[in-house]
């Protein structure tokens, strides 16, 4: 098993540019979560999907964040435009349903310039 | 009031000694409870989960649960220096899905 893998691992773009981070979760996880997480606010929930559908995206920041998930095997979150407040590491976690451990990705370190 | 609060350190015990980490919640409808490391620069790995009252002890980690007091704790016995990371507390929430909420950590440095 691969584990929960996201691309890429290292981002940097200018303020303003669109932003795409990608999640293949967990052959089988059939629940997934976008974190973001960074020194003054530590690891927030912004959405999760459970088969695909998102049930809460209470945590998103803004409009300008959007997160979608067509398949059982591939998530994205958007940040379109981006700020420099925008700037932390972004994880990728899935889970079966019936178990409550999740397990991360290696996430996507964002810096926006 | 945070969903999921603990001290963020940095705790510093000496090696050998034991380490103890705690956790409050507020929700008390949670119903699973997890503890996980962080090295720096590393994604969080699980390492104990405890769904019931009592104490639950894996290898050299304990975490212990109490539901009345909503609180949640880990001991790390015979503390090492590779044990020195960040340990997130996190919460799985009452209503159906799973919704995981982590406190901030608290990061913990074992010095030889």
């Known amino acids: 098993d691969a584990g929960v893998i996201q691309s890429p691992r290292h981002e940097v773009t200018e303020m303003g540019q669109e932003v795409t981070l990608r999640c293949k979760p967990i052959s089988g996880h059939n629940s997934l979560f976008w974190y973001r997480q960074t020194m003054m606010r530590g690891l927030e929930l912004l959405i999760y999907f459970n088969n695909n559908v998102p049930i809460d995206d209470s945590g998103m920041p803004e409009d300008r964040f959007s997160a979608k998930m067509p398949n059982a095997s591939f998530s994205t979150l958007k940040i379109q435009p981006s700020e420099p407040r925008d700037s932390a590491v972004y994880f990728c976690?899935?889970?079966?349903?019936?178990?409550?451990?999740?397990?991360f990705g290696q996430g996507t370190r964002l810096t926006v310039v | 009031q945070k969903e999921v609060e603990q001290n963020s350190g940095p705790l510093s015990v000496p090696e050998g000694a034991i380490a103890s980490l705690n956790c409050t919640y507020s929700d008390r409808g949670s119903q699973s409870f997890f503890w996980y490391r962080q090295y720096s620069g590393k994604s969080p790995e699980l390492i104990m989960s405890i769904y019931s009252n009592g104490d639950k002890e894996d290898g050299r980690f304990t975490a212990q649960l109490n539901k009345a007091s909503q609180y949640v704790s880990l001991l790390i016995r015979d503390s090492q220096p590779s044990d020195s990371a960040t340990y997130l507390c996190a919460v799985n929430r009452s209503g159906g899905y799973n919704k995981l909420i982590f406190g901030a950590g608290t990061r913990l440095a074992v010095h030889p």
């Open positions: 976690a899935s889970t079966r349903t019936g178990a409550s451990e999740a397990f």
